[in-house]
């Protein structure tokens, strides 16, 4: 069994405002990572797996979303409402998720009930029973899922627009996969699915709060000494970016729309300028799309930005809604302010007060043990290494008027933008 901290395996943990990170990883490649917050109660306590909708055939679109719900659903110690009880009757919370990169299971309890949410998570990933009639219902469920949010133009413009912006591409499928897809799973395919995702090296146990790193690791040890080592991951070459319009006339009350660009990648040392851009633009109510569009003209109800990073890609996208008659003049307006960002820098006072507002959402979030232990594993998984968070505020600190400009002539290029539409009837 191998031990690392924050860095450098030799050296103690890292304290940063009086928190300490650790890294172990275990001998089947399992990697263990913590971060002890000793003046709370609670432990907030995550497995990721590196698998997601990427990672799927085109027709097993869905598939590992649709095992992150039968993990659920019972193994051979305890029934799907034993699961749910084990944790809930100790106050605590467990839940789960499925990404375009990851595939997260979690839990929230205190500190006393950690060796049952491990106990708990671990038996879910390696003795799930997939019953044949669990199976044929989750697909049921899955499916109800599909048209509730098939109902929700808000909800199926995000769908339209990772179609738009990938095209063939992996990205591009939707999580939930499609009716076609999810109606013809079975146990068969899912087992074996899970037995080529999910493996020791792609697993990250990670833990934020008042936990222990020593006794997390003797706890998670040999859990998952079943599991084998899989290949890495191989993705394939992402289209090449180019100028999309989708315009869609459905059945809806309101004009929705997307526009947006492939942006950077989770490790990409420019991500601090591209924060304090969508901060500046489209985060909150501060943000030049909100005062700009809303407060000004009142024209737009719901208008904002936003960034998701993955591997090896990223994605930039501003969404609003507003009446089908106003959707032209929105779009005018919106252009109207990406141009206005792609061709002057932004004043040091407006870039000032952006960073501040970032750093302050950063510090904020960071009051949340579950964010903390998220942010832990993803900084392992993408970047394999873990920042500070002292680290994390010269990165921001660091952001110039001239690179926010510079990267809005990447993220903002008028000849790659990808705009969806759906239109009302």
């Given at each position: 069994m191998k031990k690392q901290h924050t860095k450098i395996s030799s050296q103690p943990a890292e304290k940063v405002s009086d928190f300490a990170f650790q890294k172990t990883i275990l001998s089947e490649g399992v990697r263990v990572i913590t971060e002890r917050i000793p003046h709370v109660r609670s432990v907030s306590l995550g497995f990721?797996?590196?698998?997601?909708?990427?990672?799927?055939?085109?027709?097993?679109?869905?598939?590992?979303?649709?095992?992150?719900?039968?993990?659920?659903?019972?193994?051979?110690?305890?029934?799907?409402?034993?699961?749910?009880?084990?944790?809930?009757?100790?106050?605590?919370?467990?839940?789960?998720?499925?990404?375009?990169?990851?595939?997260?299971?979690?839990?929230?309890?205190?500190?006393?009930d950690l060796p049952l949410a491990v106990d708990v998570i671990s038996d879910m990933l390696t003795d799930a029973l997939f019953e044949p009639t669990e199976v044929k219902k989750e697909i049921d469920v899955i499916l109800d899922e599909i048209r509730s949010a098939d109902e929700v133009p808000e909800d199926r413009i995000h769908d339209y627009f990772y179609k738009n912006l990938f095209d063939a591409h992996p990205l591009a499928l939707p999580t939930l996969g499609t009716k076609e897809t999810v109606s013809r799973f079975n146990r068969e395919k899912a087992l074996q699915y899970m037995r080529d995702q999910y493996?020791?090296?792609?697993?990250?146990?990670?833990?934020?709060?008042?936990?222990?790193?020593?006794?997390?690791?003797?706890?998670?040890?040999?859990?998952?000494?079943?599991?084998?080592?899989?290949?890495?991951?191989?993705?394939?070459?992402?289209?090449?970016?180019?100028?999309?319009?989708?315009?869609?006339?459905?059945?809806?009350?309101?004009?929705?729309?997307?526009?947006?660009?492939?942006?950077?990648?989770?490790?990409d040392s420019r991500r601090y300028s591209?924060?304090?851009?969508?901060?500046?633009?489209?985060?909150?109510?501060?943000?030049?799309?909100?005062?700009?569009?809303?407060?000004?003209?009142?024209?737009?109800?719901?208008?904002?930005?936003?960034?998701?990073?993955?591997?090896d890609t990223g994605v930039f996208c501003i969404y609003a809604s507003m009446d089908k008659d106003k959707l032209d003049f929105t779009l005018e307006l919106i252009d109207r302010e990406l141009e206005e960002l792609r061709t002057k820098t932004i004043a040091p006072d407006e870039l000032e007060r952006?960073?501040?507002?970032?750093?302050?959402?950063?510090?904020l979030g960071l009051e949340s043990t579950a964010n903390?232990?998220?942010?832990?594993?993803?900084?392992?998984?993408?970047?394999?290494q873990q920042f500070s968070l002292d680290e994390i505020i010269q990165g921001i600190d660091a952001v110039t008027c001239e690179s926010v400009w510079e990267l809005s002539q990447i993220l903002l290029n008028s000849d790659e933008l990808t705009t969806t539409i759906i239109r009302p009837e």
């Open positions: 990721w797996l590196e698998v997601g909708t990427r990672d799927e055939p085109p027709d097993l679109n869905g598939i590992s979303h649709f095992i992150e719900h039968m993990l659920f659903k019972g193994t051979s110690r305890r029934s799907a409402i034993e699961i749910a009880r084990s944790i809930e009757d100790v106050g605590g919370t467990l839940n789960a998720y499925t990404s375009k990169d990851l595939t997260c299971y979690y839990a929230q309890v205190l500190e006393k493996s020791c090296n792609r697993l990250v146990i990670s833990a934020s709060g008042n936990v222990d790193h020593d006794v997390l690791v003797g706890i998670v040890k040999g859990k998952f000494a079943t599991w084998p080592k899989a290949t890495e991951r191989n993705f394939p070459e992402l289209p090449r970016p180019q100028k999309h319009v989708d315009i869609k006339t459905e059945d809806a009350v309101q004009a929705h729309l997307c526009m947006g660009s492939r942006a950077l990648a989770y490790k591209a924060l304090v851009l969508n901060t500046l633009l489209g985060s909150g109510m501060s943000s030049r799309l909100f005062q700009n569009i809303r407060e000004k003209y009142g024209i737009c109800y719901s208008i904002y930005s936003y960034l998701d990073f993955l591997y952006t960073k501040s507002q970032l750093k302050g959402n950063l510090l903390r232990m998220s942010r832990l594993a993803k900084m392992e998984i993408y970047l394999q």
